[in-house]
T-cell receptor, first 111, second 109 residues
């Protein structure tokens, strides 16, 4: 089983719908991240969390919210999806100053 | 200006060629220099990680960092078809990495 698991892997939705992407990890890492990947723009940080009570905005947090339900679980929500949120979303974990371990990605299409 | 700029590619090379990938960055406070490899439909995985200026080798891969020029490179020697992937540089500090846009490399058999 993957150490960092994202669900769903693919989702097509309509403008205005609420969407939740979920991430769970078995690596025991305290730090968790949500990134968005777009062609030509690379990976951009949406939110990050260093422990259950710590949530921080990244560079592109507008239109997104997160919840850290437990050390192992970090979910990303789009309250009212819009087409320019169509992208590949990655959850990642790390130890302090360490490498990021990524999930397989969740491909979201907003029509 | 983006914090990290990566040569966009794509690159297509014959098997056995040397692949050269490059990034520049703007923040001199950055401490960590990484290269990730991403296969199609997969998440990125760490390939090389270094803290200091100079060269670091791991098998066919060499990561080079020049802090004075704010420039990093990744060299792949004796490239193989299995090296076909997108390569992302990542540079940062204690809590945040900034990624380049990625360079897609195809190694032709």
């Amino acid at each position: 089983d993957a150490d960092v698991t994202q669900t769903p892997r693919n989702r097509i939705t309509k403008t205005g719908k609420r969407i939740m992407l979920e991430c769970s990890q078995t690596k025991g890492h305290d730090r968790m991240y949500w990134y968005r990947q777009d062609p030509g723009l690379g990976l951009r940080l949406i939110y990050y969390s260093f422990d259950v009570k710590d949530i921080n905005k990244g560079e592109i947090s507008d239109g997104y919210s997160v919840s850290r339900q437990a050390q192992a679980k970090f979910s990303l929500s789009l309250e009212s999806a819009i087409p320019n949120q169509t992208a590949l979303y990655f959850c990642a974990t790390s130890v302090a100053t360490g490498e990021l371990f990524f999930g397989e990605g969740s491909r979201l299409t907003v029509l | 200006q983006k914090e990290v700029e990566q040569d966009p590619g794509p690159l297509s090379v014959p098997e056995g060629a040397i692949v050269s990938l490059n990034c520049t960055y703007s923040n001199s406070a950055f401490q960590y220099f990484m290269w990730y490899r991403q296969y199609s439909r997969k998440g990125p995985e760490l390939l090389m990680y270094t803290y200091s200026s100079g060269n670091k080798e791991d098998g066919r891969f060499t990561a080079q960092v020049d802090k004075s020029s704010k420039y990093i490179s990744l060299f792949i020697r004796d490239s193989q078809p299995s090296d076909s992937a997108t390569y992302l540089c990542a540079i940062g500090g204690d809590y945040k990495l900034s990624f380049g846009a990625g360079t897609t490399v195809t190694v032709r058999a």
